[in-house]
């Protein structure tokens, strides 16, 4: 790659230039578009000609403000299926946008690099919004100070493996009723009622693969499992196909004791004072200390 051979194009006044884009999705697939008419390779990825996508003029700044702009682009099944737009499968897909010399694709620059952003539909076309890499700059950070757990369970601060046996169960999918919220198994047995309330679903085959949502409630009846889901996947779930669903927390301090054993990375302080200590005024007979006890764990 060369952004020098590029320069030295552009500076004869006389240019052979076409953009490229390459989307990597967080499910690993990578595709490549281009506005040239005809297909070009850029980083090893091929870029196809007439299709996909295409750019309004983007907006760049100095500073640490967002870059911002706008991908148009028509909906095919050689390229961008409406398919996987509803699935969300290009929710938060890296976009990188180059500047090429079709004539010599080793000259290029690249122009714009981040996110895509809010994706929606419009006949026939979508429009994305493009998030620069600066976005994350405007999300939240810090922790929460909490009487539950604040960590996610199994990330860096949980520290739990949920690969451990018992902690996670593969499936084949037997029923789907209530517009694919609720799964039904015939025989789901070896876990607890309600061992999977609140942990996560992922679909490993079939047309919904790759997509998860989180488990609102799992109830055991004799041998027949009931779990309900908070929303239903973006694409459709058929008999046979395979799941991974893996144990849920409630955030409470006792479930991370006695359920999944990982105490010591407790991430919730227990003992904040709760709204009503802290608005209320001092009376006679009734201490103010801001105790607390978590029962069965401390005294």
Known sequence: ?????????????????????????????VLGFTDHDRDLVVEGVPCKAGAGLTARALQQVTGLAVDNSEAMGALSDAAITEADLAAGRYDAAELRVWLVNWADPVARA?????????????????????????????????FAYTRGCSAVLGDGRCRFDLTQPGYFAERAVEAVEERGLVLRFADFTGYDDRWFEGGRLEVLSGAAAGLSVMVKSDRLAGV??????????????????????????????????VKFG???????????????????????????????RIPGILP
């Open 262 to 292: 990982n105490f010591l990375n407790f991430r919730g302080f227990p003992h904040i004072p709760g709204e009503d200590w802290l608005a209320a005024y001092p009376r006679p007979g009734q201490p103010a200390s801001g105790g607390s």
């Open 224 to 257: 027949a499992r009931r779990v309900e889901l908070w929303q239903s996947l973006r694409a459709p779930l058929a008999a046979g196909d395979l799941l991974r669903i893996e144990a849920g927390c409630d955030k409470r301090a006792e479930t991370c004791r």
């Open 110 to 142: 690249e122009i714009f690099r981040g996110t895509l952003g809010e994706v929606t539909r419009k006949g026939l076309g979508f429009r994305a919004e493009l998030r620069g890499l600066t976005e994350p700059l405007n999300q939240p950070i810090g």
């Open 1 to 29: 790659m060369s952004a020098a051979d590029l320069d030295a194009h552009l500076a004869t006044g006389f240019t052979t230039v076409c953009r490229a884009w390459v989307v990597t999705r967080r499910d690993g697939q």
